[in-house]
């Protein structure tokens, strides 16, 4: 029997039984799944190994500094080449960090809330700080606008990107909107990848704070698994404009090495950039340069990195497909759930009916199967249709994730069931 919102009251009793059943079925099984996160697999780890054990021999860089000692604080030279040809930004521009790229941000956050930008009020004299928040999106990120008291704006999506002509408005005429957070390539959640208009919009457009800054996560930049999109350079756009200091850029090989102990980079225009290094002279003496060249001797080249990346898509793909599968076949012909197939990324978003998507969550942990928390996607965790969900399918065996995919499945219909019954 193919259900939908429109199914009449005697067939949604009917499937409601059903679903009670096959979900008791489930739930004795004793399963115990974890999806919460968009973890590396094991195998995907296992990849990278080689990089433990390089046999460096020699310990001084291309600048001849012994990287086991103080110094270099922007990153060694090699590597910072490494990344400027990978994601053509200027060498100069680059500095390259710790291991988290979500340490750099809340960092980079931290420096404004405290100092100010460019010599702008330090946020933290200001009474009220705003960010725009494109949704749905990162929940890190708007734990970190929480942490610091802004006031996070809910941006929609579409399929190119965020609302501009909300966000453009906004911009414009609130100077107490002092940024926007951004994961321009494979959304997460929804795996939407930005257009080159909404790049540029973003790039030139006017805004009341001279201190407007992007936060440009490019977290998923190279993780393309069905298919390879090019995201616009919104430096070489910004410079047009006189705006590149507007941009602060991140990016990281947590999910490209090791998550634990990659390395992240943060850039940005001319000005702003040597603000930062100026920061940084107080804040360290240098990050873990070892670290940062092994992590060059192991790619050497961007072709390395993404002949590497070819592989760890392979096995994303893999897991994308049970996932995408069981979806189509359970609510292909069906509205109790929607989706878009994501190009790259890490993880798969769904929308169920509104108002199921906690209960969804909540059958499926009774079951075994522990998900994102629903409303993860949005400021403050309140979804205000409370249907989104999401699917982050990286971690488990593929084995594991179709026994997760058939416990979601059930919860999804079940939730959605008994939500149409109390209205039917």
Known sequence: MSLSSQSNRDDLLKAQKNLIS????????????????????AAQLDLSNEILTLPIDNYINCEGNDVRNYGILTGIKECRQLFSQLLDIKEDNIIIGGNSSLNLIYDAIARYYIFGKLGQTPWCKLEKVK?????????RHFAICEEFGFEMINIPMNNNGPDMDMVEKLAKEDDSIKGIICVPLYSNPGG?????????????????????????????????????????????????????????????????????????????????????????????????????????????TPQGMM?????????????????????????GSSDLLTWAKPYGGYFIAVDTLPNCAKETVRLAKECGLILTNAGCAYPYGKDPKDSN???APSYPTVEELEKAMDIFCVCVKLAAVNELLKKN
């Open 131 to 139: 960010f725009l928040c494109p949704v749905p999106g990162y929940d």
């Open 389 to 391: 969900i999401r699917i």
């Open 22 to 41: 096959e979900y008791d079925k489930l739930k004795a099984c004793n399963l115990s799944l974890d999806m919460s996160r968009g973890k590396p697999a």
């Open 192 to 300: 939407i990848c930005y257009s080159d208009e909404v790049v540029e919009r973003l790039a030139k457009m006017e805004t009341a704070a001279r201190d407007f800054t992007i936060i440009w996560d490019n977290a998923y930049g190279v993780h393309h698994v069905y298919k390879e999109i090019k995201l616009a350079n919104i430096f070489d756009i910004a410079e047009k404009y006189g705006n590149d200091d507007r941009i602060l850029y991140f990016f990281s090989t947590s999910k490209i090495t090791f998550p634990g102990s990659g390395v992240a980079l943060i850039a940005s225009g001319d000005k702003a950039i040597e603000e930062i290094k100026k920061r940084f002279g107080v804040m360290t003496i240098g990050y873990n340069k070892i670290n940062q060249l092994r992590t060059y001797e192991f790619f050497k």
């Open 307 to 331: 002949l590497h990346m070819k592989k760890l898509g392979a096995m994303l793909k893999e897991k994308f497909d049970v996932v995408l599968n069981k979806l189509e076949e359970e609510f």
